[in-house]
């Protein structure tokens, strides 16, 4: 009798059902380990990807206040009383009459008569401009006539 109920306790009909359900259930955890460590991989690469964009944007904006302070300081050295007391630390110094030399040219007179332009001699020199009086009406009729030329053409 023990060994009856020994049998019936492994035999494998009774185990074949269970079997195939725990196969499954263990597919399927399988499955959804699998898709959970993808997902969980996709998300870690967008975090990493995200914290790399927000420290390039951190050094844009580092740069350009950079480039702003450089900016401003060269416009502040680029001011006339600095530009006045570097050339004179280099050597130079504001001319006088005694330092400047004039030049003769044969023929030029600079007290010629200078020829004053008015507006009205530009207008006289200017074409007119066309005057616009295209209406719709005048256009289609235009289109229409257009067309008609080439269907002329056609026949020709």
């Known amino acids: ?20 359900a725990t196969a499954l259930a263990i597919l399927g955890v399988a499955i959804l380990l699998i ?10 690469s967008f975090a990493i990807t995200n914290r790399q964009i927000e420290e390039l ?13 450089l900016i401003g ?12 007391a570097r050339a004179e630390a280099i050597g130079f110094r504001p ?8 030049l003769l040219i044969d ?10 332009v008015t507006a009205d001699d530009i207008s006289e020199l200017e074409a007119p401009a066309p005057v616009y009086d295209e209406t719709f009406g005048s256009w289609l009729e235009q289109q229409l006539a257009l ?4 269907f002329r053409s056609f026949g020709a």
């Open 57 to 69: 944007i951190r050094q844009r904006d580092d740069l350009k206040r950079q480039n702003e302070g």
């Open 35 to 44: 898709l959970g460590s993808l997902y969980l991989s996709q998300v870690a």
């Open 95 to 102: 001319a006088t009459n005694a330092d400047i030399d004039y």
């Open 147 to 150: 067309l008609q030329d080439q």
């Open 107 to 116: 023929g030029y007179n600079p007290n010629r008569d200078r020829l004053a």
């Open 73 to 84: 300081e060269i416009a502040s050295l680029r001011t006339v009383p600095r530009l006045f």
């Open 1 to 20: 009798m023990s060994q009856a109920w020994i049998q019936h306790t492994f035999s494998r009909k009774r185990f074949r059902t269970r079997n195939q």
